[in-house]
């Protein structure tokens, strides 16, 4: 596939606009008191989809993270009062993540300010990669 120089301002106008969002939610992390991988981790456990396990793979997984990486990040969400590790209820070795109260009102009022910095800067995200995705030149066929 052969890229334009439209299709590079494209891709850099959305990498952009993503960056300004990542950067947001960066700093609304540390506002609050937080590293952003723990907000990141805080969120993966509390919006885990159905049918998974909040486990340290499992977040590990869903974190792109080592395992070994994973457990100095629940250790430290553990010490602060965010996050608490419990036995599984039905296989007792298996231990479990779960959001304290304290992690669980965290991540609310930082998912509300994403949501609202979504809810404003979100339509130009979209826009920008909706312009990459319809402008960009299709891959040749052989």
Do not use: C, W
């Not at 590293?35 to 340290?56: D, F, S, Y």
């Not at 553990?78 to 298996?94: C, F, I, K």
């Not at 920008?128 to 299709?138: D, I, K, M, V, Y």
């Amino acid at each position: 596939m052969n890229l334009n120089l439209h299709d590079y301002r494209e891709l850099a106008a959305f990498r952009h606009q993503l960056r300004l969002f990542l950067h947001f939610s960066e700093s609304q992390a540390r506002e609050h008191g937080l590293e952003p991988q723990q907000h990141q981790a805080l969120l993966a456990l509390k919006g885990i989809p159905e049918g998974r396990r909040p486990t340290i793979g499992d977040l590990a997984e869903r974190l792109l993270l080592r395992h070994h990486t994973t457990v100095e990040l629940v250790n430290r969400l553990e010490s602060a009062g965010l996050v608490q590790r419990r036995p599984g209820t039905e296989d007792r070795r298996e231990i479990l993540l779960h959001l304290t109260a304290k992690g669980s009102r965290k991540l609310a009022s930082l998912s509300v300010a994403h949501q609202e910095e979504l809810r404003i800067k979100g339509p130009e995200l979209a826009r920008a990669l909706g312009n990459f995705l319809s402008q960009s030149t299709p891959p040749e066929v052989v």
